[in-house]
């Protein structure tokens, strides 16, 4: 896996996670900005999944390849799920579930690494 795309994720998702904070503090429901945001992260979700397949397509196999397959498959449904509950939730609580799920991806992208690094690449 890609550290540097890794750590890009991570930080896309946590700035985002800062900024739905900030709104959920403010009393306010999520707007364009935070799915917009949720856009991005899911781009790099989805450019760190297709290097992760191809690597294993490539000889490349994790220790526990059903366990990688679950968190990979959770990893790229959490943003447009957020997304999708934010907007049916059109109040702070709304910028809440975003925080939450932002602040859930770097957990889950780090889990994920750690299962595809057991057999060492």
């Known amino acids: 896996m890609n550290g540097s795309l890794v750590t890009v994720t991570i930080v896309l998702s946590l700035v985002l996670a800062a900024w739905s904070l900030i709104t959920t503090v403010r009393n306010r429901p999520p707007d364009l900005t935070h ?8 781009a790099s979700l989805l450019v760190l999944a297709g290097l992760a397949l191809a690597a294993w397509v490539g000889g490349e196999h994790p220790a526990e390849p059903g366990t990688f397959f679950g968190y ?28 939450v799920v ?10 994920l690494q750690q299962t595809w690094e057991v057999t060492g690449g």
């Open 72 to 99: 990979l498959v959770t990893l790229v449904c959490l943003p447009p799920l957020a997304g999708v509950l934010a907007r049916m939730e059109p109040t702070r609580w709304g910028s809440v579930i975003v925080t």
């Open 35 to 42: 799915l917009v945001g949720l856009a991005i992260v899911e």
């Open 102 to 111: 932002c602040l859930v991806i770097p957990v889950v992208v780090v889990r």
